[in-house]
């Protein structure tokens, strides 16, 4: 069964910090992962999309890498500003579609 | 576009009754679509998977007669909890994917409280 942890599971930062969010997941046989931010009490949207071939996609301020073999992904948000603050959430999607997601990393950013 | 509505957003109601759920696919024809529930500052849990015209495929863990999934059409799946209890006031999210694409889209959850 497929472990999908991240750290921190809260972050808080100065305005224009950069941040950095780690997800780890323990089956390294994935068919993509994916990033998502989730508002309270709201559904998810998806951020960055990387397909288990590639290594890192970007978007904007927003850079998610992909090291499969080492069970590992990182979000980077370029210059946080105080509407980045969210939950954001990682899921790694398994052979057989189903999307397993970690707990989440609560990020505040300070103005 | 992909652009997935739930309703209610918000409901309350007595232990004892019955809750629907409704999740539709509004631009987009969902060949498959799943229901989540997901507890205060924890991970998202996949309830079940439902393909159209098919019955629900429950996960481990998770009464098939408590809730009901019924995948009418390509647009719209429903989610009844039966005899809601206090314990499963929770946040549940459908969600939908789009022919063969590998990619989910995302309703923006339903809280449901049971008093």
């Known amino acids: 069964k497929q472990e999908v942890t991240q750290i921190p599971a809260a972050l808080s930062v100065p305005e224009g910090e950069n941040l950095v969010l780690n997800c780890s997941f323990t089956d390294s046989a994935i068919y993509n992962l994916q990033w998502f931010r989730q508002d309270p009490g709201k559904g998810l949207t998806s951020l960055l999309l990387i397909q288990s071939s590639q290594r890192e996609q970007t978007s904007g301020r927003l850079n998610a890498s992909l090291d499969k073999s080492s069970g590992r992904s990182t979000l980077y948000i370029a210059a946080s500003q105080p509407g980045d603050s969210a939950t954001y959430l990682c899921a790694v999607r398994s052979n057989d579609y189903k999307l397993s997601f970690g707990a989440g990393t609560t990020v505040t950013v300070r103005a | ?115």
Not at chain 2, 82 to 105: V, W
């Open chain 2, 1 to 115: 576009g992909a652009v997935v509505s739930q309703h209610p957003s918000r409901v309350i109601c007595k232990s004892g009754t019955s809750v629907k759920i409704e999740c539709r696919s509004l631009d987009f024809q969902a060949t498959t679509m799943f229901w989540y529930r997901q507890f205060p500052k924890q991970s998202l849990m996949l309830m079940a998977t439902s393909n159209e015209g098919s019955k629900a495929t429950y996960e481990q863990g998770v009464e098939k007669d408590k809730f009901l999934i019924n995948h009418a059409s390509l647009t719209l799946s429903t989610l009844t909890v039966t005899s809601a209890h206090p314990e499963d006031s929770s946040f549940y999210i459908c969600s939908a994917r789009r022919g063969l694409a590998n990619e989910q889209f995302f309703g923006p959850g339903t809280r449901l409280t049971v008093l």
